[in-house]
Structure formats: C-alpha cells, structure tokens
C-alpha cells in the first residue's frame, strides 16, 4: 500500500519583514525617491519555517503534531492542504483533502443557519449532493435546528460554533486535516466531535494528521505523533514516546531555576536565588509518577537581620488552572525574625493528588498579615506527571480516559450488611 | 483513490488550471450565490435596486445632454442610445471594482482554505453580471416602449459587445485583484481610474463627436467603447469600424492575458501576504 502522504526534503522559507508582508504602493514610490539618494539596501532576513521534512503517513493512520508555538506545525498543515506553497522539495497526496484550520471558514452573518451550512460545506470541499444527504445529520447534531433558517447575525457565539464543529464533523474526505480548531468552544461538544470523528475514521480509514497543543486529546485521539522543532522533524513514533520526548525536550530546565543575581525584595532584604523539584531521594527530575511525593525546594538568602516572611507555591495545569496555593503554616522558623544567611524551605505535593499531566508552578516569599508580596516569580518551574500501573493508584488497572482536575486515592469501605 | 493524487512542487510554470476549475464548479456557484444573496439581502429595495440604479442614470443623463446639452443621436432616441451605453459601463464598472476588492475580501478563507483562487473574482464577475441582466431587461422595456427598431443583426453584436466587456473586465479585474493583494493602497485608485475611463467611453455621448482622429485610434483601444459601439450598431443601422473594432479586440485579449497571467504568477503567495 502506497502512503496517503509522501513528503520529500519540504522545505518553506519566509522572508521576514519587520512592517506588514503587504507593501503600500507609495512606499514603493517614496522607496525608489530615497533610494536616489542612498544606495544602501535594507536587508531581507530570511528563515525556514521548515526545513528538509520526510515523512509518509500510510492510508487510516491517525497523527498528532506537536511542538513549541513556532515549530513549523501549521506551515506543514498549510503546505499539505496547499494554501501556501512549499520553497522547496515535493509532497505527493493520495486522497481528496479536507483541512479544517479554523471552524466556521466563510460563514456569512446575514445568511440562515441552513445557507450557512452549504456555504461552509462546499469551501471545506463537500459536494452539494453531499451535503443535501448529511444536511439533517448537520443540523442534528449541532442542536440549532430550531433557528436553522434565521440568520446567522442573530445566533448566540456558542450557536455558531455548534453550527461549525458540526459542518466539520461530517467532512468526509479521505485525509482530513485539523488545526487546533477544537480548542475553542466548550469540552462536550468538543468530545462529540472527536468522537465523531474518531467513529468515521475508524470506520472508512481515514487519513487524520492533528495539531494541538493540548496533550491529552493527542493521546486519546492519535496512536502516532510527530514531534516537531525549529521546522525540523525530531521524532515520530507511539504518541507516549513522542510526548515524553516533548516534555524532556521543552520542560526538563524547568525542574530547576537558578536566578544568577537573585530576585531582591528591596524592601525586606530578601533575594530569591534557586527553585528546583525533586523526589524523596533527592533527585533532581521532572517526571514523576503520580503516586510519587513532589518536592519542591526553594532557596533564598537573608540580607538583613529581624525580618519576618513565609514561602508559598502556586500550581497550575495545562489548562492554566490553579490547582491550589500552598503556603508555609507548619515550618519552625516560619514566624522567627530571621538573621543573615541563606536557608532553603521544602514543600511536599503528596502523592496520589495530581492526575496525569504537565503542571507549572510558582513561588512566592510574603508577608502573610497583613498580606504583602515580596518576591513572586511566575510559573517558573514545571513537571509532568505519568500512570506507573505497578503502583497503587485511585486508577487501580482502568487504562483509559480518566477526567478530573485531582485524582487522590480514596480510603473505601464495603460490606455486606444483610 | 488515485484518482485524487495531488503533487505539491514549488511554483513553477505557468498554466490557466482550468481543469481545476472545473473539479471546483459548485464552489464557484456557491460563492456566487452568497454573494448576490447578501447583497439583495443587505438592501431594502433587494432586486428592483438593480432595475432603480440605471433607470435613475438614464433620466438624469437624459435631462441634461439631451434637453439641456442637445447631443444628437439620430436615428436612436436618446434615452434608449444612453442606456445601452449605461448597461454595458456598468457591467463593466462593478465588474472590475468588486473583482478588484474581492481577493482582500476573501482574506480570511483565502488564508485557511485551498481552492483554485480565480474563483474569488469570477463569482464576484458574475453576481455584475446577475444586476446586468436586469439592465437589460429595462433596455428592452424601453425599446418596446420607445417603439425603437432593432436590426435583426443584434442576434449576433449584443452578444458579441456583452462578451467584449466580461472578458476584458475578467482581465482588468484579475489584475486589480491581485496587484491589490501586494500593494494595499492601491484599492484607492481603482475609482479614480475608472472614473477617467468613463469619460473616455462613448456611454453618454456619440464617437461621432470626437474630432481628432488620433483621439479616436486611442480611444478605439478602450474595450468599453468597442462593446458600446458593437451593441449600437444594429439599433442605428450605421456599420462597424472594422479598424477600430479590429484595435479593441486586440487591446480585450492584451488585458485577458496581462490580468490572468499576472494573477496567475502571483496567487501563490496570496496566503503569505493576505
């Protein structure tokens, strides 16, 4: 079986300006009059959004691209979907495209929820007999069907989203291309969606390459991942491997911050110099798995004597929530007036808290009362948490999607009482 | 399957893709469609608009150079001789400023969706031409009601003077298109030039009045008076200009081939610089 995409040596150069990519006429005109006077060139810088990619994708595979903002992902998607030429090399495409970079693409505010959806199909590639056959799906499934021939200009935002994500879940081309599109709009019909999707590509073998940034959509929805940086490819292989090299690539510095010079409360005389993460042995990593205890160790110096503070962390998820704030209530020297000299605070995350996933946390030296924030230093480090199936966990040996934002292991008692 | 292979190679070449367009035909249709929906959506009048607006241009051309100026266009009457010419300029106009605004109108699709790009500006070719037929509609109105006679030769020159003004507004228009995607400002200029060809154009005064017969070779070069002057014919009875005709058409084709092979070469990078 011949691969669905074959792509040799891509490569896509831009040429970077430091104004818009558009130039004004006068510009031109006014450039060539200065020009007259001085010769001098403004020099072009160039770079490559992607450089030498190989890859074949075979027909049914499902594929997650991840990398940092920048890598050259959407490019690639771009270049795939041939709505910006590649600079060099070639990519040859076995199978009708559908590439869903943003959902809703030419929807018309003045048009009905019905128009729209003929509109919408046909610029995403649909065939107008296509469309009459899937439109009481569409409408279905999106909900809407009450105000499906009232104009577009009158439906709520999240209307109007349910209309698109449907529109783009009953696409049917044999390689369908996503762009992070479903990060937007809320998670169950998100879910639905995917799920959706995840149904017809099994069903039909259908070719999906996925970019997000979001990791465990990755896991859930792409057995394969490609892991790219700087518009080169790093690695592609099982979406476990490729992600856990995402995490050593991008987060390992993370598990430790040195600030040089420290960061001085002039104020209190108090200078922040390191933050790290570590296991009860003392190791310094940025896995851990999630029965695992975390420490987080800050180190700090005193520049003057009597001074009275305490130690705090914030943690994060992915999504940015703040799972909780934890500051210094048990330590000794917590309410002492400290005297010249360097000290260290440690904080334990339990284990058993955190479900699996990347978290990012912050650290803050204040005064508690009345509350007064000396040095608080942004999401400095970060981790990523993993299921190790030979340890107790409230996962017991349930392998599959596992929401909520905590995940402690409960104590449960069961008995027969009759 | 393979019937849907697809290379992707760096640009190179040059070719009209018109199979492509083809495979793309009800995207083509669709975005017609939108586009003439919403703008008799948009309007409270919707449709009569398009019957209003040349009606409206012919009573007042007539009032003033036929009762206040006396412009002579015997054998036609003139009301019925400044429409035919308004029809025709107006397909003309709104053609080549809404193809000329279209591609940076579409941004946003352009940006996230592959279609053969020539669509933008044909549909937006054909929703003037959706408003032209209304024009004509009214132009035969008013032949029947003036009691005007046509040569039955008009079979064959109103077609031909309508086909002149699609294919070089399709030309200018592309051109403008994609110049405007490259030079932002340059939308600006786009009515100031069209407003100089409409002096330039026979719309509401006879070629006969001009008096210099260098003025007249240049002004044969203007695709707008060689249509006008095609669609006149059989309603004066007066023959064609074989020179003159000869000059339009060679200046219609020029246009074609400048707009679409510049459009052509540039539609590329539409996506990088939209």
Excluded at chain 1, 119 to 127: A, C, T, V
Excluded at chain 2, 2 to 14: L, V
Excluded at chain 2, 139 to 153: A, D, E
Excluded at chain 2, 260 to 273: S, V
Aim: glycine share 6%.
């Amino acid at each position: 079986m011949k691969p669905a995409i074959e792509i040799r040596n891509l490569g896509k150069e831009y040429t970077l300006t430091t104004t818009q990519p558009y130039v004004a006429l006068r510009d031109i005109i006014s450039g060539s009059v200065k020009n007259m006077f001085k010769s001098a060139k403004e020099k072009k810088e160039k770079f490559w959004a992607l450089e030498d990619i190989n890859l074949d994708i075979m027909p049914g595979e499902r594929v997650g691209i991840i990398g940092r903002n920048g890598a050259g992902k959407s490019t690639l998607l771009k270049i795939i979907s041939r709505i910006t030429p590649p600079t060099t090399g070639s990519a040859i495409i076995r199978g009708r495209v559908g590439s869903l970079l943003e959902v809703g693409t030419g929807f018309h505010p003045e048009l009905t929820g019905r128009e729209n959806i003929y509109l919408n199909g046909s610029i995403l590639g649909l065939k107008k007999t296509e469309i009459n056959k899937q439109l009481d799906a569409i409408i279905d499934f999106s909900g809407v069907e009450k105000f499906i021939d009232t104009p577009l200009k009158h439906y709520s935002s999240g209307m109007q989203l349910r209309l698109a994500f449907s529109v783009a879940a009953h696409l049917e081309p044999e390689i369908l291309l996503i762009d992070e599109v479903l990060a937007v709009g809320d998670a169950a019909f998100q879910k639905k969606c995917l799920g959706k999707m995840e149904e017809v590509s099994k069903k039909d073998g259908r070719t999906i390459l996925f970019v997000s940034h979001n990791m465990d959509t990755i896991r859930n929805f792409c057995p394969t991942t490609i892991l790219l940086d700087e518009g080169k490819v790093i690695s592609k292989g099982s979406t476990e491997n490729t992600i856990n090299e995402y995490v050593a690539r991008h987060l390992e510095t993370n598990a430790e911050m040195n600030w040089e010079k420290g960061v001085l409360s002039y104020t209190q005389g108090v200078s922040l110099h390191r933050a790290f993460l570590h296991n009860e042995n003392g190791e310094l990593i940025s896995r851990f798995d999630t029965t695992e205890k975390i420490g987080v160790t800050i180190e700090y110096e005193v520049l003057k004597d009597d001074v009275v503070f305490t130690h705090g962390i914030n943690l994060y998820n992915q999504e940015n929530i703040n799972i909780f704030n934890s500051h210094d209530v048990t330590s000794e020297i917590r309410l002492e007036k400290r005297v010249k000299g360097k000290y260290k605070a440690i904080a334990w995350i339990p284990g058993n808290l955190l479900p699996e996933g990347i978290f990012t946390i912050s650290i803050a030296l204040f005064l508690p009362n009345p509350l007064d924030i000396l040095v608080h230093e942004h999401q400095v480090l970060s981790f990523e948490t993993y299921t190790n199936f030979l340890k107790l966990s409230a996962r017991g040996n349930y392998a599959d999607d596992f929401p909520g934002v905590i995940r402690p292991l409960l104590q449960w008692e069961a008995l027969k009482i009759s | 399957m393979e019937k849907f292979t697809t290379n992707i190679h760096p640009p190179s070449g040059f070719s009209l893709g018109l199979k492509e367009l083809w495979q793309y035909r009800e995207l083509f249709y669709f975005f017609t469609w939108r586009d003439i929906k919403v703008k008799y959506k948009q309007t409270y009048l919707g449709i009569l608009w398009a019957l209003l607006q040349p009606l409206g241009m012919m009573l007042i051309f007539t009032f003033l150079f036929s009762k206040t100026w006396k412009i002579d266009t015997t054998p036609v009457q003139y009301p019925i001789f400044v429409l035919a010419g308004l029809i025709l300029w107006n397909l003309f106009s709104s053609s080549v400023s809404h193809a000329g605004e279209s591609m940076i109108q579409n941004a946003n699709i352009i940006k996230k969706i592959y279609f053969p790009r020539l669509i933008i500006p044909g549909s937006s070719l054909l929703v003037a031409f959706f408003d032209f037929l209304m024009g004509l509609l009214l132009f035969l109105i008013f032949c029947v009601i003036y009691k005007q006679p046509v040569h039955w030769s008009a079979v064959y020159y109103f077609p031909a003077a309508i086909f002149i003004i699609v294919v070089a507004a399709f030309g200018a228009g592309t051109f403008l298109a994609a110049l405007n995607v490259k030079y932002r400002d340059f939308r600006y200029t786009i009515a100031f030039m069209l407003q100089v060809l409409f002096f330039a154009s026979q719309v509401f005064y006879p070629m006969q009045y001009i008096q210099q017969s260098w003025l007249k070779y240049v002004l044969a070069a203007n695709p707008v008076n060689t249509a006008i002057g095609l669609f006149r014919a059989p309603l004066s009875g007066s023959p064609v200009d074989a020179t003159f005709l000869g000059i339009g058409m060679a200046s219609t084709i020029l246009i074609l081939l400048i707009g679409l092979y510049y459009f052509r070469k540039t539609e590329a990078f539409f996506a990088d610089l939209a």
